[in-house]
């Protein structure tokens, strides 16, 4: 596996908390993403970065939201936190301007599931 | 906007038989596709791109441009092959300065004894 963490791997938080989860990785890749993961809707993009202090909004950002302030930590915060955010959350990277033959791939990390009461 | 569609949510077949997924797609640039799976209890990974015209486990898929389609197929099931398998498509931004993945919705197959 690529060298990418999750923490925390599992939480149960209650609605109108805040909560951040942090996705480390050590592989200096540039691109990093947050994904949710639900039954019937597979992955959906939440945001992504594609270098330091640089993100973007995915298909369902509204929410969250993120910071990256060094290569090997992308953050993912859910300011206020809904029973509508329970889910399976996912990080992952990749380098597109790699010279390796894996230049485009995704590696993912082993996920976060996250339970808002 | 890209969109990816898998239109079998359950995909359920037995030891030896063959295997089809089925993946459509919808994009304006010329398409990279992918095919990613999720065994129980693991983290996605890659299982083979267009691109590279491989064969990965016994699995290939060929893009058709005219039906944008990627079906994922494979001659014999086996029981290891149940998981969870999404198609995945790359679109660059029109600056190609970043990019994408847009995942369909996944196909859960089973492969019965």
């Known amino acids: 596996d690529a060298g990418i963490t999750q923490s925390p791997r599992h939480k149960v938080t209650e609605t109108g908390t805040p909560v951040t989860l942090r996705c480390h990785q050590t592989e200096n890749h540039r691109y990093m993403y947050w994904y949710r993961q639900d039954p019937g809707h597979g992955l959906r993009l939440i945001h992504y970065s594609y270098g330091v202090k640089d993100t973007d909004k995915g298909e369902v950002s509204d929410g969250y939201s993120v910071s990256r302030s060094k290569t090997e930590d992308f953050l993912l915060t859910l300011e206020s936190a809904t029973s509508s955010q329970t889910s399976v959350y996912f990080c992952?990277?990749?380098?597109?301007?790699?010279?390796?033959?894996?230049?485009?791939?995704?590696?993912f990390g082993p996920g976060t599931r996250l339970t808002v009461l | 906007a890209q969109r990816v569609t898998q239109p079998e949510k359950l995909l359920s077949v037995f030891k030896g038989a063959p295997v089809e997924l089925k993946c459509n797609y919808s994009?304006?640039?010329?398409?990279?596709l992918f095919w990613y799976v999720q065994y129980s209890r693991q983290r996605l990974q890659l299982l083979l791109r267009h691109i590279s015209r491989e064969s990965i486990k016994g699995f290939t898929a060929d893009l058709n441009k005219g039906e944008t389609s990627f079906h994922l197929k494979k001659p014999f099931a086996q029981e290891e092959d149940s998981a969870m398998y999404y198609c995945a498509l790359l679109a660059w931004n029109s600056g190609g300065s970043n990019y994408k993945l847009t995942f369909g919705k996944g196909t859960l197959l089973t492969v019965n004894p």
């Open positions: 994009y304006s640039g010329s398409p990279e």
């Open positions: 992952a990277i990749s380098d597109p301007f790699s010279d390796s033959s894996s230049y485009n791939e995704q590696f």
